[in-house]
């Protein structure tokens, strides 16, 4: 074995590594090669160990949580892909983590790592009466991812970066910062994350005290909407960025305005396939229905892409992102 594999290997282990592993059974798309190396983390020591040695070794590392809202390339990602299973949260006293600051005396904090997934978390908030992530009841992936890209339920426009409090990232050289919510930037499908490149370690999330009942009705409701919208079929999460108003045509309605389905559905790619990748009838979702290849993923988008600004002058951009060699 070469030496990066065996430096790691004395690391963590050989339970936790695996060498060449195929990367379509960890992603929602099931789609992509193999990882050159696949390590599981369950605590955050050994995460930001995992990312201190990468560098030390000069490997290029990738850090997935659900692996939602990713597509691996078919020639697979070379060096080490870092499963985050670092899920554990808790309701937290404020004398835990608030000194000399001034807050709501009616706030509740829980601390969650950041492989949280996210339907365990919020099923806890609910029972625990806490107000404020009730509508992602039914959102894929974990905490990290959903702050990762301000995950939102689009029936209210609540989003998932509204809870945050404080966090603690980890730097691309391994370095730890510790941050407050205005840190974030958070925008409509962003944060300053996807321009950092910063992981997030754990987060500190702010809640309001509500009625049980009251939160699970809200959330089933959720739940409903989401079940009825998403496809039942494997699929990417959201694919399409949203339009910002400064690039959408004047003469779209408001409603039109922020969302890329309207131009792709206008554009008649709804049931556009290239090999088994498939524009679903709700078409901001690109399903699986066979064995779809990466290749024909980016095929599809660049032609959705062409179109979209020949016919609307809009710049469409992907959320899903395309990862590997």
Known sequence: MDKQYNKLIKEFGETNLKINEPMNEHTSFKIGGSAQYYLTV????DLIKAVVVANDLSIPYLIIGGGTNMIVSDNGIKGLVIKNNCR???VIDKKEIIEN?????SEIFIYTESGAIMNLLVRFAIDQGLSGLEYQLGLPGTIGGGIYMNSNFAGKQVFVGNNVYSATLLTKSGKLKEVNDSYFNFSYDRSILQDTHETILS???????????????RAMGALEYRRLRMPKEISTGFTYRNISINQSPRDMSSNDIKSAINYIEEAGFVGKSIGD???HEH??????IGNAKSKDVVKLFAIV???IWNKFGIQLLMETHITGI
């Open 42 to 45: 369950d605590k955050i020591e």
């Open 283 to 288: 078409p901001n979702f690109i399903l699986n």
């Open 88 to 90: 554990a949260f808790k």
């Open 101 to 105: 600051q001034e807050i709501d005396e």
């Open 305 to 307: 892409k062409e179109k």
């Open 203 to 217: 987060l500190v999330l702010r809640f309001i005290p509500e009625d049980k009942n009251i939160l699970l009705e």
């Open 277 to 279: 990748v498939v524009i």
